[in-house]
Antibody
Framework: QVQLQESGPGLVKPSETLSLTCTVS????????WSWIRQPPGKGLEWIGY???????NYNPSLRSRVTISVDTSKNQFSLNLNSVTAADTAVYYC??????????????WGPGTLVTVSS | QSVLTQPPSVSGAPGQRVTISCTGS?????????VHWYQQLTGTAPKLLIY???NRPSGVPDRFSGSKSGTSASLAISGLQAEDEADYYC???????????FGGGTKLTVL
């Protein structure tokens, strides 16, 4: 059974860059799509973007100017960088593995999430 | 304001049947994009519940079912149990936004 685990700083200062890593175990990162999703405290889910193991990406247009997702197949990890953060970026950040359906992308397995707070 | 609209809350007694609606538009659900449902127990990560409108992943009880018609989708839970108390989210793809979108979530309370 595949398992995902987010890691990174729990506190980031305004205007700085939020950096998180998702480590995948129990299966190879190859041949799959991988995604980041976030959830502000007490609010709903927001899709951030996804990456294919080959490196191709797709981002939420609302975040595209500030987001970079990358993959390291040698470490079975993929990462999220979100720059110029503000308090509005405070959220629990989840990584997930995508299952390709017939023309759709399904968030099949999720990590437990990590809370990132943006504050000085 | 979420692109997909869900009722903020629903409730039901043990053993009853409840439904949760997810209303979209011609640019998402109505554009023949699949709808997926996730269950989020308090303090935990979301878990895939229904995919491709009506399919259950292995291990999900058949008390959970999904359907889609026009610009809306629904999640039905029959034989309600205390352990079903959670937040439920629908998800689809929006062609106008070129983005995956979620509903605002529905909190299910088992009375």
């Amino acid at each position: 059974q595949v398992q995902l685990q987010e890691s990174g700083p729990g506190l980031v200062k305004p205007s700085e860059t939020l950096s998180l890593t998702c480590t995948v175990s129990g299966d190879s990162i190859s041949n799959y799509y991988w995604s980041w999703i976030r959830q502000p405290p007490g609010k709903g889910l927001e899709w951030i973007g996804y990456i294919y193991y080959s490196g191709s990406t797709n981002y939420n247009p609302s975040l595209r100017s500030r987001v970079t997702i990358s993959v390291d197949t040698s470490k079975n990890q993929f990462s999220l960088n979100l720059n110029s953060v503000t308090a509005a970026d405070t959220a629990v950040y989840y990584c997930a593995r995508i299952k390709r359906g017939s023309g759709s992308y399904i968030l099949e397995y999720w990590g437990p999430g990590t809370l990132v707070t943006v504050s000085s | 304001q979420s692109v997909l609209t869900q009722p903020p809350s629903v409730s039901g007694a043990p053993g009853q049947r409840v439904t949760i609606s997810c209303t979209g538009s011609s640019s998402n659900i109505g554009a023949r994009n699949d709808v997926h449902w996730y269950q989020q127990l308090t303090g935990t990560a979301p878990k895939l519940l229904i995919y491709g409108n009506s399919n259950r992943p292995s291990g999900v009880p058949d008390r959970f079912s999904g359907s889609k018609s026009g610009t809306s989708a629904s999640l039905a839970i029959s034989g309600l149990q205390a352990e079903d108390e959670a937040d439920y989210y629908c998800q689809s793809y929006d062609r106008s936004l070129s983005a995956w979108v979620f509903g605002g979530g529905t909190k299910l309370t088992v009375l």
